[in-house]
């Protein structure tokens, strides 16, 4: 099946760019985690509330887009089988801020509001709880879709962020058990680099990024797209 064959190339890729797949996950933790681990030791320094506090927490994790659309960029030239090193990383870095703020606030934000959604509804009374599984599918549909967001940004020629979000919507429909398997694979990844700690440091947000980018690729392959 083209899923299994796409997962097989994903690790092939990380142990071809070993290196640069740590360099790649330490880079995104640092990114995503500095300012709101420093700003976790003022809140509690100074006593802050929670009230005040948690939120400006979770605007500060959008200080991860930048380090995501590196991340993504250079994942996404391996799954091409183009010419890499970190270059290209600090490159996005510099290039795309605003437009990887959005992606990744879009990225962060819906699924957020649909758990919100799920919850809300599962501890609700009555028939309101079926209005729950509802929620649950089209959470499955959205983190389908989300799986190609970034990759299809940096294969369009022009990046550009709707473009991406309809033909990410599209693949996702179309091939809905091919898109299933690749995000179940990527939960899978991630919870056995949890389970083992270091492995989720060294190499987590790259293994995922690159199951994303040659999922996209597997895809593009078949229409003749991508080499």
């Given at each position: 099946?083209?899923a299994?064959?796409?997962?097989?190339?994903?690790?092939?890729a990380a142990?071809?760019?070993?290196?640069?797949?740590?360099?790649?996950?330490?880079?995104?933790?640092?990114?995503?985690?500095?300012?709101?681990?420093?700003?976790?030791?003022?809140?509690?320094?100074?006593?802050?509330?929670?009230?005040i506090?948690?939120?400006i927490?979770?605007?500060?994790?959008?200080?991860?887009?930048?380090?995501t659309?590196?991340?993504?960029?250079?994942?996404?030239?391996?799954?091409?089988?183009?010419?890499?090193?970190?270059?290209?990383?600090?490159?996005?870095?510099?290039?795309?801020?605003?437009?990887?703020?959005?992606?990744?606030?879009?990225?962060?934000?819906?699924?957020?509001?649909?758990?919100?959604?799920?919850?809300?509804?599962?501890?609700?009374?009555?028939w309101l709880?079926?209005?729950?599984?509802?929620?649950?599918?089209?959470?499955?549909?959205?983190?389908?879709?989300?799986?190609?967001?970034?990759?299809?940004?940096?294969?369009?020629?022009?990046?550009?962020?709707?473009?991406?979000?309809?033909?990410?919507?599209?693949?996702?429909?179309?091939?809905?058990?091919?898109?299933?398997?690749?995000?179940?694979?990527?939960?899978?990844?991630?919870?056995?680099?949890?389970?083992?700690?270091?492995?989720?440091?060294?190499?987590?947000?790259?293994?995922i990024?690159?199951?994303?980018?040659?999922?996209l690729?597997?895809?593009?392959q078949?229409?003749?797209?991508?080499?």
């Amino acid at each position: 099946m083209k899923a299994f064959l796409v997962m097989g190339r994903t690790f092939k890729a990380a142990y071809d760019d070993l290196f640069l797949c740590v360099f790649l996950s330490i880079a995104w933790w640092v990114g995503a985690l500095l300012l709101p681990s420093l700003f976790g030791m003022l809140a509690s320094a100074i006593n802050l509330p929670l009230s005040i506090a948690i939120p400006i927490g979770v605007l500060l994790l959008l200080g991860a887009a930048p380090v995501t659309v590196g991340v993504q960029r250079v994942t996404n030239r391996i799954a091409n089988y183009l010419r890499v090193d970190n270059s290209f990383f600090w490159e996005a870095v510099r290039q795309r801020i605003g437009r990887g703020l959005i992606l990744f606030a879009i990225s962060l934000l819906v699924p957020a509001a649909i758990l919100f959604n799920i919850w809300f509804y599962f501890n609700s009374q009555g028939w309101l709880s079926i209005i729950g599984v509802a929620w649950a599918w089209l959470l499955l549909l959205v983190l389908m879709i989300g799986q190609y967001l970034f990759p299809l940004f940096w294969q369009q020629d022009t990046p550009d962020i709707k473009l991406a979000l309809r033909n990410a919507a599209l693949l996702a429909l179309r091939h809905p058990l091919y898109s299933f398997l690749m995000l179940l694979f990527q939960i899978l990844l991630l919870a056995l680099c949890t389970a083992l700690t270091l492995p989720l440091i060294l190499l987590g947000p790259a293994l995922i990024a690159l199951a994303g980018n040659f999922a996209l690729a597997g895809l593009l392959q078949e229409m003749g797209l991508a080499p």
